[in-house]
């Protein structure tokens, strides 16, 4: 692993005043999720500069995004690599599961029952054939099929996603565009300052910074009637 010096501020959010980075961020862009996690941390007040390794931005991201050859002088790395701090949606990267999968177990976090089950979706035209898990509209029932992580992957096959976390006593699920989801969570891995590990190890933190890139998370009481 690769030593990086990074410069910190102090910035309020729902769990109090932190240290955060001020980062430079190098993205892969080795598929469109990728490319939409640039997208979101070009906007970020976090990252200073936005390196995309052997693409041209578009120019309406404005000036805080370059082209770069790789991931030198660069804070973190989104995207593949075994030399240099990464950030991936699977657990492969020095910072791992910035995904649906970390992102439901980040959630989780947040119950307090003894019983907790967690859910999300994933894009596949193979339906599963366990329970059903329940989103918010427009997902709506899904099947169950296999369980990674803890968490229950539900096969869809439309532009949302969805995450969903209950104890008995409080549902907590967020639903959006698979695409522009998935790519938020992969960023907020990267604004995890020099945290390694499963991102739901740093899951107030991590829940911040996807909050503050536009996602909604919607939380509902059941009253046990």
Not at 47 to 58: E, F, R
Not at 132 to 147: D, E, L, M, Q, S
Not at 178 to 200: E, Q, R
């Amino acid at each position: 692993m690769v030593a990086v010096s990074v410069r910190t501020a102090d910035l309020g959010t729902s769990s109090g005043p932190i240290s955060v980075l001020r980062v430079r961020v190098a993205v892969d862009p080795v598929d469109e999720v990728h490319s939409r996690a640039a997208a979101s941390l070009a906007s970020s007040p976090l990252v200073t500069m936005v390196g995309l390794i052997g693409k041209s931005p578009p120019k309406s991201w404005g000036g805080r995004v370059m082209r770069t050859k790789d991931s030198g002088g660069f804070d973190v790395l989104v995207g593949p690599a075994t030399e240099v701090r990464n950030v991936t949606p699977d657990g492969s990267g020095v910072v791992g599961f910035a995904g649906l999968t970390g992102l439901a177990r980040s959630l989780a976090t947040r119950l307090s029952g003894d019983r907790v089950s967690m859910d999300r979706t994933v894009t596949s035209d193979e339906p599963g054939t366990g329970p059903y898990a329940v989103f918010p509209a427009p997902v709506g029932a899904v099947r169950r099929a296999t369980k990674s992580e803890g968490v229950m992957l539900c096969p869809v096959s439309s532009q949302y996603a969805g995450v969903v976390v209950a104890d008995g006593h409080e549902t907590i699920a967020v639903v959006d565009d698979v695409l522009f989801l998935s790519g938020v969570c992969l960023a907020a891995g990267a604004l995890l300052g020099d945290h390694v590990g499963p991102v739901w190890e740093r899951a107030d933190q991590y829940l911040d910074r996807v909050q503050s890139m536009g996602v909604l998370i919607a939380e509902a009481v059941t009253d046990g009637s």
